[in-house]
């Protein structure tokens, strides 16, 4: 096998146009992958076949296993971004694009990138729960008071019985933007209402509604209250 590969190195290196390289490089990253044991050069192989065939998922699938293998994460993204052009389900684009995300956030960190990629994943599936859950961290990193108040809402809509707690604390997070960022204090009103309603012996986020309607002078609202 050693020479085997030796041989396809030569002609490759000697003949880097020549007609039949994506068939050489095929056989020689099974080689490398197969009987040699080697993931490196088998990795180096599969990429040149990439470059090659770009439309073809089955050496995208092996770059993927062999990056993941040998840690090298910039060629982990470069295969699971076209993973996510060659796949036709849905499902499996969004995971693509989750696991760029997380890729970007945890290994290279990239911030821009992985809000950019959790975006994508979003877009495709927004019934995602931790999708969310990562947007909204990144978010929060940045500042963005509009987008998180939207993100807030709809984790929010997708939140289980079970969460009520998180309920609770998305729309007082809600709640804080919307007035101290946006200065929106009907809305931020509309989001305390919804966290009493979850907590009603909250007496620190009854005072704040209090608070809220006397600044709009929402008397009825404030004696119910």
């Not at 990193?141 to 509009?146: F, L, P, Q, S």
């Amino acid at each position: 096998w050693d020479e085997l590969t030796e041989i396809y190195d030569q002609l490759l290196a000697e003949h880097p146009d020549l007609l039949g390289k994506r068939d050489l490089l095929a056989k020689l990253a099974a080689v490398h992958d197969r009987h040699l044991d080697d993931p490196r050069k088998a990795l180096n192989a599969y990429v040149g076949l990439h470059d090659i065939e770009q439309g073809e998922l089955e050496p995208v699938l092996s770059m993927e296993r062999l990056s993941l293998l040998l840690s090298d994460w910039k060629t982990l993204e470069t295969a699971l971004l076209a993973k996510a052009d060659l796949v036709f389900e849905e499902d499996e684009r969004a995971e693509a694009w989750r696991r760029i995300g997380e890729l970007r956030q945890h290994m290279l960190d990239d911030a821009p990138g992985a809000l950019e990629a959790y975006e994508q994943a979003f877009d495709i599936d927004p019934s995602h729960a931790p999708t969310l859950d990562c947007l909204i961290a990144l978010h929060e990193g940045r500042g963005e008071a509009a987008r998180l108040v939207d993100l807030y809402q709809q984790r929010f809509d997708l939140a289980t019985p079970e969460e009520d707690e998180l309920k609770f604390e998305l729309m007082t997070r809600s709640a804080r933007r919307l007035e101290q960022d946006l200065i929106d204090r009907p809305r931020a009103i509309e989001s305390l209402v919804q966290a009493i309603a979850l907590r009603p012996d909250s007496a620190e986020t009854r005072a704040e509604l209090n608070r809220l309607y006397r600044a709009e002078e929402m008397w009825p609202d404030l004696l119910d209250n």
